[in-house]
Structures are given as structure tokens and as C-alpha cells.
């Protein structure tokens, strides 16, 4: 009998642990293969962004969230008669934005690194883009990137983004003044504050930065470096979404159409992959 009993508390055991993956692998299916069903479902999208202009901002007049890669959110969801939420967040916190499922996807210019990919999907490359430095007007001692490569100098990056990926593990000798804040142009500000020596981020918005503020300089406007592939990210697992993401964008590219909606903006530091076709080969 007490045989009996021990044979059929096994099996219990491992019925319940089958049981238990199951249900898990049944859960992930369903979180894999269900999100484009719900999105159609609901006839709503939720699409977070942080601010990167030209392609996410916010009319400081009207509020509205423009930008062309919010247009492109738009004309894609558009064709199949779904209505995008857009929702703003910070380099620091999309990933967890993502991870929480307070939005379906991240229309943030975001580059693609092996830390990030263990977090989340991302797209196919969209474009590319590169980095450039502020730095004070009377600014001598910077010739190249590695002359801030120096313990007496400070780099301002904002928090969570590449620039301070790139500087930490590009530039290890300077001090990293790490600054919370999804405004791009908060790096160049500490400079402008003498807060420090150098501000770090993308291209287009040092640009524009040094346009407007006769105290500083571009450093590398000319010749942007770490030009690298930028690109949107869904939750990790949400493979129907990203097939469909993929699909649209490729579309967009190929046609024109994103580049069209592209030229409606300033444009600097920011490059596309030119693909050269030749025939296929016949006898």
C-alpha cells in the first residue's frame, strides 16, 4: 500500500511540473503571437518616444508629438486602421516602459547594442547616426576625440543614452557628469554652465545647439563619430509585431516614403545605407 501511495505522489509531482510548463510555454506563445491580434483588436496602438528631434518632438506650442519618425508611426498604423497613443519617456526608463507593457513599442532613436538586445527586439537598422561634442567657444585643447581622454576633464552625456555608453568605455579617464533629463540639448547646457568641459550627443542635435548658442563650438560637426545603426524596439518576444514593424519600414524605405517624410524636417549627422543591385546571374 505504501508503495502505492509513494508511485502515485510521484506521478502527482510530475503531472503538476508538466502541468506548470505548459501553462508557461502556453503563456509565452500567447504573449509571442498575440500582441498584433490585440492591437488589430483594439484598433489601438501605444507607441512611447523620447524627444530627439527631427524625429521625435514636442510642439512647445501645441503639444503635439511630431517628428518623421512619429509620421511614419502614424502612416503605417494608418493602412491598417489603427489608431497610435503616443506616450513620452526617458533614455533611462523606455526599456522599462517596454518591459512593463505600458506600450506595445518604442519609436525612440535607438542604437543597437549587445547589452540592449538582451532587453529587447529590435527592428532592422532605419538609418544611422553620428556623435559630436559641444565644448566652449575658446575651447584649444581638443584637436581629436581622444584628447578628452583626460582625467581632468569632465564629459556631460544624459543619462541611459549611448553618448554615455561611448564615453565610459571609449574615453575612461574623464569624469562622467551623467544628467537625468530626456532633453538632448542638456549635455551642451552644463558646458554652457561650466558644469563641464564637454557635452556629448548625437550630431544633429550639437548642430543645431552651437546654430543657436555663439558661446560654443561643434566639435566634429564636420566628421560625426561612432556612426552607428539606429532602430525601434518592441518587448522582447514580441515577434508578430516586429515582423510587422520590419515589413512596414522596408517598405517605407525602399519607397521613398521615409525619406520623403524625412525632408519635411532639418536633417544633419544622420545617414541611410545605399544598396547596390545587380542582376541575378544567367547563363
Known amino acids: 500500500m505504501n508503495r502505492r501511495r509513494k508511485d502515485f505522489s510521484l506521478w502527482t509531482q510530475l503531472f503538476r511540473a508538466l502541468a506548470a510548463v505548459l501553462t508557461m510555454a502556453l503563456a509565452n506563445t500567447a504573449v509571442a503571437q498575440g500582441t498584433m491580434d490585440k492591437i488589430l483588436s483594439d484598433k489601438k496602438v501605444s507607441i512611447c518616444w523620447v524627444s530627439s528631434p527631427p524625429q521625435e518632438m514636442k510642439d512647445p506650442k501645441s ?44 519609436i525612440a532613436s535607438s542604437f543597437a547594442s549587445i547589452k540592449r538586445a538582451a532587453v529587447v527586439d529590435f527592428t532592422n537598422p532605419i538609418l544611422y547616426l553620428g556623435r559630436s561634442a559641444i565644448v566652449r567657444k575658446d575651447e584649444e585643447r581638443f584637436k581629436s576625440l581622444s584628447d578628452l581622454n583626460r582625467e581632468d576633464i569632465t564629459i556631460a552625456v544624459l543619462t541611459g543614452s549611448r553618448s554615455q555608453e561611448f564615453v565610459t568605455t571609449n574615453l575612461p579617464k574623464a569624469k562622467v557628469l551623467s544628467i537625468g533629463s530626456s ?58 509585431l516586429l515582423n510587422f514593424l520590419n515589413t512596414s519600414l522596408e517598405v517605407m524605405l525602399t519607397s521613398g516614403e521615409m525619406e520623403k517624410m524625412a525632408g519635411n524636417y532639418p536633417n544633419a549627422g544622420r545617414y541611410k545605407r545605399v544598396i547596390r543591385l545587380v542582376p541575378f546571374a544567367t547563363e
Request: proline share 6%; charged share 20%.
Open 183 to 240: 532633453d538632448p540639448s542638456a549635455p551642451f547646457l552644463a558646458v554652457t554652465a561650466g558644469r563641464a568641459d564637454a557635452g556629448v550627443n548625437d550630431a544633429w542635435a550639437a548642430r543645431r545647439f552651437a546654430q543657436n548658442q555663439p558661446g560654443v563650438k561643434d566639435l566634429f560637426g564636420d566628421e560625426p563619430f561612432n556612426v552607428s545603426p539606429m532602430a525601434w524596439t518592441v518587448k522582447k518576444g514580441n515577434t508578430d
Open 63 to 106: 503639444g503635439k508629438v511630431t517628428g518623421y519618425f512619429v509620421d511614419a508611426a502614424r502612416h503605417m498604423f494608418e493602412q491598417i486602421k489603427v489608431e497610435p497613443v503616443f506616450m513620452e519617456t526617458t533614455w533611462a526608463n523606455f526599456v522599462a516602459t517596454l518591459q512593463s507593457g505600458q506600450a506595445d513599442f518604442c
